[in-house]
């Protein structure tokens, strides 16, 4: 269509060219164009009132798409996401058939099935009590207490219902689509995972159903609230005004349970002649400790890079790599650590103290491999080495009975884990502080916060402190009534004869050969 001014110029040199072919006068020819005009102006306005609703209608067609992209957007990460914790946590949830088998390795034949079945009742109990109460206590809104959580017990909460019951399971956000059912499923498996450390320190004498009320004790409070200062927001995370720093649980998980594993087995004391005939107590199947070993290891790969908690974008992606390299050069320098010290110590080839080595590696590095670069990581699966070592030994000279060294590998070399994470934090020097912020440092209006970094390495040490008072305190509580009470041990024939042959159908979980001498008398394995 022309415009305006256009026809207007036209019309008028039409009007002049028909003046002068015609002879009329200028005056009415001019008057009969200016009508004609009048008529085409009229109809240009009826043309864009008809056309300009459609164009309001194009412009919130455009806005509504706009919309559903940024929808579309949101959606598509919470189903990156939920793929990504689904698998991490399924890994996790893997790591409880290596600690079975390595348990059930390093413990005698005539126990096997009692500590199978132990660690499946594990698993069981302490999913009820996650359920129930232990979810809430950790991830609950805390109403400001900072100490513990007060709502989502037994599952309420975790989606919302109209008026005619149609559910919404989730609701996006600019953080994304996550459901709260992805969150209960992947923390259960850690949470699980740290109650199985208590397990194998109480091994081959406590008697299987305290042991199972115990299971659904620390799944229900005593891990909950430690997760409620940490992860779940509480004073922890605010301390100094930096907070602590804990990855993927060196403190939370592993000093938790191996703080609360000590506690029991120094209550229960030994089994019966561990520190008189030493040689009866050899792990009966090394090839079931290997093999535990390797399956801890493999879901460690969902312990660590699955606590990114996302991945959405690339560099999510890069930080849960930076986290498997870590992960990974840990567990190797720790496992050929504890394997030197051991050889240098007893001139034979410990295939056991191997297997200490990798995993006191891997739990050293959990809590810093999100914020130390791969030298870091190294030198944190080195000195995990050695703290492990050390601890076993000690162990052994106090006399207190870890069948599996469970409290040396998680508790000791998870409170290093925990200081390694302030001290190899990989902040310019200790001026600035990286922590949760990954490869960034923190920041302030200003840019990157100066000055941090010794407070942060404090919240750290009192990160460590708080968990062994914690988890220390009520476990031993909760042990020491069991014992008072005759409900903690069996009794010493039962021990002699084998728990298996006393209360399990069959009496035994296989079939023997001749017995047979294991290649190395100072083997500990552990969990």
């Known amino acids: 269509m022309a415009p305006v001014t256009t026809i207007v110029a036209a019309g008028i040199a ?16 001019l008057l009969q164009q200016l009508e ?20 309001l209608q194009s412009d919130t067609s455009i806005d509504e798409k706009i919309t559903k992209l940024q ?18 946590g399924a890994l996790v949830m893997f790591m409880h058939a290596g600690f079975a088998m390595l348990e059930t390795g390093c413990c005698r034949a005539k126990n096997a099935s009692n500590v199978l079945m132990k660690n499946l009742v594990n698993v069981c109990a302490g999913t009820l009590g996650w359920w129930s109460l232990g979810w809430a206590f950790a991830y609950g809104a805390q109403n400001g207490n900072g100490f513990i959580g007060t709502d989502g017990f037994f599952g309420s909460g975790f989606y919302t219902r109209d008026a005619s019951g149609v559910i919404t399971p989730v609701e996006c956000t600019a953080d994304g689509c996550q459901s709260t059912m992805l969150s209960w499923f992947f923390q259960w498996a850690f949470c699980t995972a740290g109650a199985t450390i208590v397990s194998g320190a109480v091994a081959e004498r406590v008697k299987s159903p ?27 995370s605010e301390i100094f005004g930096v907070g602590y720093m804990d990855f993927a649980g060196s403190g939370v998980v592993h000093l938790c349970g191996g703080v609360a594993g000590l506690c029991g087995t120094t209550i229960l004391g030994p089994r019966k002649g561990r520190f008189t005939n030493p040689e009866e107590f050899e792990c009966h199947n090394l090839p079931l400790v290997v093999l535990g070993t390797f399956a801890l290891w493999f879901g460690w790969y969902g312990f660590n890079p699955g606590s ?54 891997l739990v050293s590095i959990t809590a810093g491999c999100g914020n130390m670069e791969s030298g870091s990581a190294f030198a944190t699966g080195l000195i995990g080495g050695f703290v492990y070592q050390a601890a076993s030994m000690l162990l052994q000279k106090l006399h207190i009975d870890d069948p599996v060294d469970a409290s040396p590998v998680h508790g000791f070399c998870g409170a290093w884990g925990v200081i390694a994470a302030g001290l190899f934090d990989w902040g310019r020097g200790i001026d600035h502080f990286h922590g949760w912020s990954g490869f960034g440092c923190m920041e302030n209006d200003d840019g990157c916060r100066t000055g941090i970094g010794g407070p942060a390495i404090g919240a750290q040490f009192i990160m460590v402190l708080m968990i062994i008072l914690w988890s220390g305190s009520l476990a031993s509580i909760s042990f020491f009534i069991l014992k008072v009470t005759g409900l903690l041990r069996y009794g010493e024939d039962v021990e002699e004869t084998g728990i298996d042959s006393h209360h399990h159908s069959p009496p035994k979980a296989y079939a023997l050969g001749p017995a047979s001498h294991s290649p190395s008398k100072s083997m500990e394995a552990t969990v």
């Open 14 to 29: 039409g009007m002049v060219g028909l003046a002068s072919a015609n002879g009329q006068s200028l005056e009415q020819n």
């Open 36 to 55: 004609e005009l009048k008529v085409e102006v009229v109809a240009q306005r009826a043309v864009i009132q008809q056309l300009q609703p459609r164009m």
């Open 71 to 88: 929808e579309a957007d949101l959606g598509l990460g919470g189903a990156l996401d939920s793929a990504w914790l689904v698998l991490c």
């Open 210 to 236: 305290t042991y199972a009320a115990f299971a659904f004790c620390m799944t229900s409070f005593i891990y909950p609230v430690v997760v409620a200062w940490t992860w779940g927001g509480g004073w922890l």
């Open 308 to 361: 990114t908690l996302t991945m959405k974008s690339g560099n999510d992606g890069a930080l849960a790599a930076q986290v498997a390299m870590n992960t990974t050069l840990a567990a190797a320098t720790g496992g050929i650590t504890v394997f030197l010290l051991r050889y240098i110590i007893t001139r034979k080839y410990d295939v056991g103290a191997l297997c200490n080595g990798i995993l006191a590696g």
